[in-house]
């Protein structure tokens, strides 16, 4: 490409940039129901790579290379249940892979029968976020697995317990030796079940085609959508590569949200957010309409008329990704 064009292209974007910038101003200062529905700006095709460099989104990358014995052996474990203390359960049984990488429930259950206090977040592209669970106590996926294992209420197992069972199986002794070259013990277990969750990325939603210049991945609602969702601000907490999951926040900062404990959060990622509800760290919004005006309520002082509300879910719907080829949920 020549100077000249290169220099007709820069010229574009920074007349975008400001374009788009003014009307953020304009916007933040009106009542969301006054939020003007502007027509969309087209920008050259040669700048589309640079306009998708400019979202506060980026495209969701595909699963990383990682020794498929020891992912296969992760995925194994992960559906075993000999890893809780009285064989009941497995990771599984709280994460679901065959669905959203949670469960429908409001709450599950511990060991013991009683409500676990917090809603189950999906494991599906759990491992981009920086911290982990809903207080981010744990700055790594193997924190977060060692810590679920031992856990009283979850597995309630040790690792050395868990290697000693799964050391009396044959073939699971002969998969840990090919996988790792030894039996099974504490830090092979954890990183075969870390292993397989790094591949629990799920790409290729249609908004992440958008994203990488397919123009007609979204409808036009879904686009108003993705717009009021910038210009109100729910991008300040829910943008990078997994629409969140990258910082921690204060709920119900205008109006009570949901159960005040605790009160500080790990933002949660929106990525797959149609196919995961109830919603909150109480699961209390039932559905995703509920829980985009109840935000908007608790977090932005602002009441969404139905129409925008429409166009947030329309979005919304759009990041659902793909797993193993197949949409996250069965969803759109």
């Known amino acids: 490409m020549s100077g000249i064009a290169h220099t007709r292209i820069f010229r574009e974007l920074k007349r975008w940039r400001s374009v788009v910038a003014i009307g953020a101003l304009l916007v933040i200062c009106l009542h969301p129901s006054q939020a003007p529905s502007l027509a969309p700006f087209q920008l050259p095709p040669q700048a589309t790579a640079a306009r998708s460099a400019e979202e506060p989104i980026t495209p969701m990358p595909p699963a990383p290379e990682i020794d498929p014995l020891k992912v296969e052996l992760g995925e194994r474990l992960f559906n075993d249940a000999r890893l809780s ?11 679901d892979v065959r669905t959203n990488g949670a469960s429908m429930k409001r709450h599950d259950f511990g060991r013991d029968g009683a409500e676990l206090p917090l809603n189950t977040t999906t494991v599906f592209n759990s491992t981009l976020n920086f ?6 106590k744990y700055r790594s996926v193997e924190a977060d697995v060692s810590a679920s294992l031992v856990n009283p209420q979850i597995m309630g197992s040790s690792l050395a317990g868990i290697a000693a069972k799964l050391g009396l199986d044959p073939s699971m002794r002969m998969a840990f030796i090919t996988a790792y070259g030894h039996r099974p013990d ?28 397919d123009r007609s991945a979204l409808s ?71 829980a985009v005006r109840k935000m908007a309520f608790a977090q932005l002082n602002a009441t969404l008329t139905d129409q925008q509300v429409d166009a947030l879910v329309a979005y919304l719907n759009s990041l659902t990704g793909q797993y193993r080829g197949v949409p996250v949920g069965g969803g759109p």
Do not use: M
């Open 85 to 95: 203390v009285d064989n009941s359960r497995s990771c599984s049984s709280c994460h």
């Open 131 to 136: 911290r982990f669970g809903w207080e981010g």
């Open 186 to 213: 504490p830090g092979n277990i954890v990183d075969a079940i870390a292993s397989f969750q790094r591949t629990l990325v799920t790409p290729d939603s249609r908004f992440d085609r958008w994203l990488a210049g």
């Open 220 to 290: 036009d609602k879904e686009l108003d959508g993705y717009k009021l969702f910038k210009s109100l601000g729910c991008a300040s907490c829910h943008q990078g590569v997994n629409v969140g999951g990258n910082l921690f926040q204060r709920h119900g900062i205008f109006h009570p949200l949901a159960s005040r404990d605790p009160e500080i959060l790990r933002v949660p990622s929106l990525r797959n957010v149609a196919t995961t509800a109830p919603y909150f760290h109480d699961g209390s919004a039932p559905s995703l309409d509920d």
